[in-house]
């Protein structure tokens, strides 16, 4: 009996079966991979487009010709399949569908999850990928930039508001900015954050509410291009006004941690090296991370980056509690980050290819902080 | 020793968790249910939210509280969820990872994947929930009015293709139009279809290049509101100019069975009852639904309809295999279709919500065909 790779998902869902056959659904379909052949197994539905968009290498099946059922389940089909290519176990991801599992299990079928990562290439990049990648970060930047310029055009009312086309200027209306351009440019707008003042202080809180002068507005730009399925992964912060100095100091510190991180990166560094010398550097200019009695945390508490490719938080993490070398080929976000509940918060965040002698800064836009 | 549902996904990809604790992340969560109480274990970084933005009768907890280990998996903070509270057996959904459930596995806990559906009162909405899909339903339905007027505008060439502002009118501009909307009025356009001629033959294909006078043009726009997580669903097909005879037919055929269908469903019917009703009338207008020598469908070959409401697609399914009779509270997709090779498709989809006397329609917006 033969080992086969099983993957039963969506091709939005999962990046692993993107990767694996290129084609992206809504809805759930079959791959499978033998020793020898690389197939797909599709309702009659998708039929047509998988063959126009699949890899090269796949096999392109109707998944009713492994069953004779009327009303076949996954499982149904993927049983057909393993008793018609004599398969006896099947390799999974990690995050299979336990429903799926225990029927094959029960008919037999050995199951085994994968422990670590399914396709552990993916978290190196060819350069086809490099560019998709850089693509959606060109398209986050301009609609950073767009942003830079409505936050520009805005005035200051009297109770320290900005204000735009006679509105007060919201989080709400930021974010749709931001959104408009990514939409226009062909990708989806996924969550994006425009958050200022205190909500900035929690760093995955997407905002909302008037937006005022001084206070430090975080921009987390992440499109997904709706063509290839690629992420781009962009933070800026920016303040109208005039900051207080103690948020412009930390502003200074997160730059500079940002700096040193990417100074430090290159093939065969350990992550969390980077980690702590960016931790560092902020403690010594006064932003310490600590846990407050009410149980909250200050400071840096998140990692420094992660990988982006297919998915938007992929292998490697870059954090205190990363080991494994850099090998080059990576591409990460390196995005220090300070946040006080009594200011608000602050976060930078580039892109950055790990090649043979260091790291190259995919991201070109300035991060210049005052608006005036 | 307890028995208690448990859920670890992302709020985002886990309509069940979102249902459950009312809380939408990019990143998984876990969420455990006993009896007497029901708590999400969340990490530092997203806890101050969670206390924002959690259901009424959901304790928020550190995910830390649950183990000393200095970097747990989820499986981790599980099995310390399970000692600290007594938990013997986690009843999970059909698709919980199956590696985390072999881990709870080995550790001595009972792990049962859901036979069916895990919430089923999903299926039935509340008055909120069906505001919040009408919500979506209507932004849906200005993103196809907007489309409408652009169609109206355009000019048709002496190549017989479509001219808006100087260019040729593509799907891909079609498409942007349509999602800029989307987006501005707060929703993500996930994938909406905005095909014409050979491509609209293809239920699922998303369309691309120059749209014709004469030929069909499918719109299939589906909204997921960034708010409140519902999404509503919206197919119309227009043309632009004057289309051939069989055309015109189909799409008479098709808005008959529309209309058939909606006039059917009620508590008590049968789905496949109501399945069936649209594919004879659309047969007997002359439309029969085959399998060709080439192995490609043609006709009437998707289900009716289904289930919105956190999902795009969930339960009930209208289509032939549906024997479990609606109860009144569904909110259903009608969308019925034909699609041949030789001139393309036509699809036109309502949302009803099966309310004690019938079907209420939901969808407000025109169905006429021909934009002169």
Chains 1, 2 share one sequence.
Not at 123 to 132: A, P
Request: with cysteine.
């Amino acid at each position: 009996m033969k080992t086969a790779d099983l993957i039963i998902a969506s091709g939005e869902a999962s990046a692993d079966l993107r990767y694996a056959s290129g084609f992206s659904t809504a809805d759930a379909y079959i791959y499978i991979a033998l020793a020898d052949r690389r197939m797909i197994l599709v309702s009659a539905l998708e039929f047509d487009r998988a063959r126009l968009e699949h890899k090269n290498g796949i096999e392109v099946l109707r998944d009713t010709d492994f069953t004779d059922l009327e009303r076949p389940s996954f499982a149904d089909i993927a049983l057909g399949a393993a008793r018609k290519l004599g398969i006896g176990e099947f390799r999974v991801p990690a995050d299979f569908p336990l429903g799926i599992a225990d029927r094959l299990r029960a008919a037999g079928i050995q199951v085994r999850p994968e422990e670590k990562i399914y396709f552990p290439e993916r978290e190196f990049k060819t350069s086809e990928e490099v560019s998709k990648i850089t693509f959606a970060l060109r398209l986050a930047e301009k609609a950073v930039m767009h942003a830079r310029d409505v936050i520009g055009k805005c005035s200051v009312n009297n109770r320290r508001e900005l204000m735009f086309e006679r509105e007060i200027f919201t989080s709400e209306r930021l974010r749709r900015e931001i959104d408009l351009v990514l939409t226009a440019g062909g990708a989806m707008p996924t969550g994006t954050i425009a958050s200022a003042g205190i909500h900035a202080a929690c760093p995955h809180d997407r905002g909302t509410g008037p937006i005022h002068a001084g206070e430090p507005i975080v921009m987390d730009v992440f499109p997904r291009m709706l063509d290839t399925g690629y992420w781009g992964d962009l933070t800026r912060t920016v303040v109208k006004g005039t900051p207080a100095a103690v948020v412009r100091n930390a502003y200074d510190a997160v730059r500079r941690a940002r700096d040193l991180a990417e100074s430090l990166l290159a093939p065969g560094i350990v992550p969390a090296t980077v980690h702590r010398a960016a931790d560092d550097l902020m403690a010594r200019a006064g932003f310490v991370t600590e846990r407050r009695p009410d149980g909250s945390y200050c400071g840096f508490f998140h990692g420094l980056g992660h990988g982006v490719g297919l998915e938007i938080h992929e292998r490697p993490n870059l954090n205190f509690r990363g080991t494994t070398p850099l090998k080059g080929g990576e591409i990460i976000t390196v995005e220090p980050g300070l946040y006080y509940p009594e200011w608000g918060g602050i976060r930078m965040e580039d892109m950055v290819h790990i090649v043979p002698d260091g790291a190259r800064r995919l991201t070109r836009i300035t991060d210049d902080f005052v608006i005036e």
